[in-house]
């Protein structure tokens, strides 16, 4: 698994990345009430707002990682965006993105160098 | 952050792991490790523990000696009737200006020599000079050293009446002052949640001991300042600076139900207070927008500043949320916003939310009807 500066996680299942936000992350939202998810299909560069969280205090906006396609999204966060919350690196995945290369997640932190970020 | 004000409790906050936040000048809870959802529901379910001691409490006593003179005074810069509230009672009320908005909103307890009133901590100044500049016949003072707790939540009875065993007796809006283990409680049973409860001035030296008591018990947990402002939202009370300001009026603002009738046209002591003007001609013909209740559909809350459209597409806004977020009780998103005042009970508008206008429906409020014990 990768870390992102913004707290994002990538993980890798097969030819495509998994993304969402660390437990770090979501402990600084509070309680998610809302997951606003793109259309599976959109292609998106690096960089690109491509989710909003809104939790009980504030929206916070997650970015796409890498450039790709977006080609499916987490429909369980409709009903239950607490997922988030719960289950953070699991079930409360956003997104599954495939890149062109993925050989760019190794740019990422790994999770020595993302706990030394958070502290 | 080193000059942020500090309130009697603000060790205990620490050491109960809350997550502490600049507020009106004060360094406050806005959370604790259960998180903002968790504390706003065990207020409904139970009772909550809120530190309010950085508001402010002031008392206003006649020179003269005389209650009746102080009444009549201060009369003359709020538009309620305090000449008629008996001693021992509350009232909720505010402090307008010339053009007839909104100087800050309050509590005003008669307590028989004088009256003590509660106002909000981001106003204190501007209270002080208003009540100070508007009643020379009488001694305005800012009550040093008490902190202030709010204890709100279907079991905050019972709680309280463990340390003032006739704490059940309060009525809605009744104040008092009790001794707890000789210390002196000014008590009123009234809060910011819609839920029964109390709210009590201690002095500060024994703030943190009375807080302990209170939050050993069961029932009690401590709540920050996320869960009060959820809660007060869904209850549909104005917070200051943002639903209510020196623009609203309180009838754009729907307080109209606080101004009697002695103080509008055809009362006894009909106006006479600052932006009589607008607000008695407001009271006959309507105002020109109105405070409305908004339901958005869906889950997406509409904050703050989020502009309002009458249709889905086109059009100039008709308004703007002056507060929104999410209910935890009625779960699901609710805001309140200045509309134009004729638009029907159930009519659909539109809040534009990053770009994508969603609809919302108008609702009276409360969001969630309150619980007072009256």
Request: charged fraction near 25%; glycine fraction near 12%; include cysteine.
């Amino acid at each position: 698994m990768k870390f992102t500066e913004d707290h994002e996680w990538l993980r890798v299942e097969g030819d495509l990345v998994i993304v969402g936000i660390t437990e770090h992350a979501s402990e600084q939202l509070g309680d998610v009430v809302f997951v606003d998810l793109p259309a599976a299909g959109r292609s998106v560069n690096t960089g690109d707002e491509v989710v909003v969280i809104e939790s009980v205090k504030a929206a916070s906006d997650i970015l796409a990682p890498l450039e790709g396609e977006i080609v499916a999204v987490n429909d369980a966060l409709a009903d239950t965006p607490a997922l988030v919350n719960e289950d953070p690196l699991g079930a409360g995945w956003f997104f599954k993105m495939k890149v062109a290369d993925l050989s760019a997640l190794d740019g990422f932190m790994d999770e020595a160098a993302y706990k030394a970020l958070i502290g | 952050m080193a000059d942020l004000n500090r309130t009697a409790l603000h060790a205990l906050h620490l050491r109960l792991g809350a997550k502490m936040v600049p507020f009106a000048g004060y360094d406050m809870p806005v959370q604790y490790p259960a998180g903002v959802l968790k504390e706003h529901l065990h207020t409904r379910s139970v009772a909550g523990l809120f530190d309010v001691g950085h508001m402010g409490q002031v008392l206003v006593t006649a020179i003269s000696g005389r209650q009746a003179d102080a009444a009549l005074a201060l009369e003359r810069l709020v538009p309620v009737d305090l000449a008629g509230l008996a001693e021992g009672r509350q009232r909720y009320g505010f402090l307008t200006n010339e053009a007839g908005g909104i100087i800050d909103d309050l509590m005003i307890a008669n307590r028989g020599d004088h009256f003590l009133i509660v106002v909000n901590a981001s106003r204190k100044t501007e209270d002080l000079a208003a009540l100070r500049a508007g009643l020379p016949d009488c001694d305005v003072a800012e009550v040093p050293g008490r902190g202030l707790i709010a204890l709100q939540g279907p079991g905050a009875e019972a709680a309280l009446a463990r340390l003032v065993p006739d704490a059940p007796e309060f009525a809605f809006m009744d104040v008092g002052i009790r001794l707890w283990q000789g210390v002196e409680l000014w008590i009123s049973r009234s809060g910011y949640t819609g839920e029964d409860g109390f709210e009590i001035s201690v002095p500060d030296a024994f703030a943190e001991a009375l807080a302990e008591r209170l939050l050993e018990m069961p029932e009690v947990a401590p709540i920050g300042l996320g869960a009060r402002d959820s809660l007060r939202l869904e209850a549909g009370l104005c917070l200051y600076g943002h639903d209510i300001d020196e623009e609203t009026s309180p009838v754009e603002a729907g307080l109209s139900w606080a101004i009697q009738k002695i103080r509008r046209t055809g009362g006894a002591r009909a106006g006479g207070f600052p932006g009589a003007g607008r607000i008695l001609r407001e009271l006959a013909e309507g105002p020109a927008r109105k405070r409305r209740g908004l339901r958005p559909e869906g889950r997406a809350p509409m904050r703050e500043g989020v502009e309002i459209y009458a249709g889905e597409e086109g059009g100039a806004p008709i308004g703007r949320v002056t507060s929104g977020g999410f209910g935890p009780s009625i779960e699901a998103p609710m805001a309140m916003a200045y509309l134009p005042p004729d638009l029907p009970e159930g009519s659909t508008v539109y809040g534009d939310v990053r770009g994508k206008r969603l609809p919302a429906r108008i609702v009276p409020m409360p969001f969630r009807p309150a619980t007072f014990k009256r």
